[in-house]
């Protein structure tokens, strides 16, 4: 089974709209951490947002929101007031437990286009 | 700030040549990784390093070998380069996750896109 499923292989959203790009995860284990990145065609990858697993709150850096819903297993990226730079490539991942070397998951990626 | 240099950006090699691809970071990170981004199917763990000499195979080690004498540098290598291993390869280190958090994020380098013809 995939540990990380992004759905949605691109998106259209109007600037200065807000977007929500999809992510689910599956994982047996209580501890773990979920992050986005963003990959503009520059190729770089770009931290954004990361919760964790026993973190009460939905995390938020700025302009970008992380709508934990734990139940379900599902990490949504809301992109507030979207601007013409955010158009790039987003990966949600996962980090499980705590051991040394646990490595990251990465799902497919979503290919957001913002339209002026 | 954490820099994480991949010594290319750009490689063409041909069928059969063994390839090095070079990774050095410069923050005392642990952990270090080798991925694969092909269109559409993310990102793949090649190999990942936990420590110096210590080694552990991902999602698609075939074809790869990695090595770490020293912290800081983790190499990919290719023994014999095919025209199915022309992808971008993206290296990252992070922290090992303290006790109470799995945070950490990875850091990575700038890619590195190998063509093999």
């Known amino acids: 089974a995939q540990k990380i499923t992004q759905t949605q292989p691109g998106m259209f959203v109007q600037e200065k709209e807000a977007v929500t790009l999809d992510c689910t995860y599956d994982t047996s284990d209580p501890s773990y951490g979920l992050f986005w990145y963003k990959q503009p065609s520059s190729g770089e990858m770009i931290f954004l947002i990361y919760q964790g697993s026993y973190d009460q709150q939905n995390a938020t850096e700025g302009r970008y929101s992380l709508n934990f819903q734990k139940a379900r297993k599902s990490a949504n990226l809301v992109i507030s007031a979207s601007q013409l730079g955010d158009s790039a490539m987003y990966f949600c991942a996962m980090r499980e437990g705590l051991n040394t070397g646990n490595q990251f998951y990465f799902g497919t990626g979503t290919s957001l286009t913002v339209i002026p | 700030d954490v820099k994480v240099t991949q010594s290319s950006r750009y490689l063409v090699k041909r069928t059969g040549e063994k390839v090095f691809l070079e990774c050095v970071q410069d923050?005392?990170?642990?952990?270090m990784f080798w991925y694969r981004q092909d269109p559409g199917l993310g990102l793949r763990l090649i190999y990942f390093?936990?420590?110096?000499?210590?080694?552990e195979k991902g999602d698609i080690p075939e074809g790869y070998s990695v090595s770490r004498e020293k912290k800081e540098r983790f190499s990919l290598i290719l023994e014999s380069a095919s025209t199915n291993q022309t992808s971008m390869y993206l290296c990252?280190?992070?922290?090992?996750?303290?006790?109470?958090?799995?945070?950490?994020?990875?850091?990575f380098g700038q890619g590195t896109r190998l063509t093999v013809v």
């Open positions: 390093s936990y420590d110096v000499k210590m080694k």
């Open positions: 990252a280190s992070s922290l090992y996750p303290p006790l109470a958090r799995v945070s950490g994020e990875a850091f």
């Open positions: 923050m005392d990170h642990e952990n």
